[in-house]
T-cell receptor, first 113, second 116 residues
Framework: QQQVKQSPQSLIVQKGGISIINCAYENTAFDYFPWYQQFPGKGPALLIAIRPDVSEKKEGRFTISFNKSAKQFSLHIMDSQPGDSATYFCAAMVETSGSRLTFGEGTQLTVNP | GAVVSQHPSRVICKSGTSVKIECRSLDFQATTMFWYRQFPKQSLMLMATSNEGSKATYEQGVEKDKFLINHASLTLSTLTVTSAHPEDSSFYIC????????????FGPGTRLTVT
C-alpha cells in the first residue's frame, strides 16, 4: 500500500516534443506529490509538487496532472529540451507523518537534439 | 534558500575501515534529516530518519551498528559506515526538512563511496 508505481522506465523524446511520465499510488492517505529531477552523480532536486485539492499545476514547461479518483498523477514536460535529459522520480508523502517520502522507480528521460 | 551540502562528495576507502559522511543544512534549521542509498539506475532507498537530539529510526533491513547516524545539531547529521566492505559501495544522499509550514525535503548533492 505504500508503493508508488512509475512508468515508463525509460523515455526517448525528440527536441520540442512532449514528455509524459505517469505514476500511480494505492495509499489514499498520501496528500503531497512531488516530482524530482536528478542528473547523473547529483542529488535529486524538487521540480514541481501538487496536493490533491487541485487537478493540475503548471510551472513553466512542467505540468502535473492529478486524478484523485484514479489515484494517478503524471508529469508533462512541454517543448522538451536536451537539457531536460535526466532521471525523474515521482514521490508521495503523508505530510503529517513527518515528511517520509515514498519514491517511484524513476524514469530515465533522453531528449534527442 | 534551503541548501543542503554533503562532504565529502567522493571517498575511496579500504575494506575494514570506517568512513564518515557529513550532511549540513546551510540556511535553515533541519528538525529532521534523512539518509538514502542509491544504486546505479535505481530509486532512492531510505535508510534512516533522524531528529535532532534523538536516536535515528532505521528502516527494516538496515544494520544500525553498521550505519551509525548522529544528528547532533539542527544543521548537522553524520553517517558513519563502520567496517566498510565492497558491497557498501554506493551513492549516499541526505535530505533535510525543517517541518515548519512545509514538510518538503531538500536533498544534498550526494556522496559516492567506493570501498576497495
Amino acid at each position: 500500500q505504500q508503493q508508488v508505481k512509475q512508468s515508463p522506465q525509460s523515455l526517448i523524446v525528440q527536441k520540442g516534443g512532449i514528455s509524459i511520465i505517469n505514476c500511480a499510488y494505492e495509499n489514499t492517505a498520501f496528500d503531497y506529490f512531488p516530482w524530482y529531477q536528478q542528473f547523473p552523480g547529483k542529488g535529486p532536486a524538487l521540480l514541481i509538487a501538487i496536493r490533491p485539492d487541485v487537478s493540475e499545476k503548471k510551472e513553466g514547461r512542467f505540468t502535473i496532472s492529478f486524478n484523485k479518483s484514479a489515484k494517478q498523477f503524471s508529469l508533462h514536460i512541454m517543448d522538451s529540451q536536451p537539457g531536460d535529459s535526466a532521471t525523474y522520480f515521482c514521490a508521495a508523502m503523508v505530510e503529517t507523518s513527518g515528511s517520509r517520502l515514498t519514491f517511484g522507480e524513476g524514469t530515465q528521460l533522453t531528449v534527442n537534439p | 534558500g534551503a541548501v543542503v551540502s554533503q562532504h565529502p562528495s567522493r571517498v575511496i576507502c579500504k575494506s575494514g575501515t570506517s568512513v564518515k559522511i557529513e550532511c549540513r543544512s546551510l540556511d535553515f534549521q533541519a528538525t529532521t534529516m534523512f539518509w538514502y542509498r542509491q544504486f546505479p539506475k535505481q530509486s532512492l532507498m531510505l535508510m534512516a530518519t533522524s531528529n535532532e537530539g534523538s536516536k535515528a529510526t532505521y528502516e527494516q533491513g538496515v544494520e544500525k551498528d553498521k550505519f551509525l547516524i548522529n544528528h547532533a545539531s539542527l544543521t548537522l547529521s553524520t553517517l558513519t559506515v563502520t567496517s566498510a566492505h565492497p558491497e557498501d559501495s554506493s551513492f549516499y544522499i541526505c535530505s533535510a526538512s525543517w517541518g515548519g509550514t512545509t514538510y518538503e525535503q531538500y536533498f544534498g548533492p550526494g556522496t559516492r563511496l567506493t570501498v576497495t
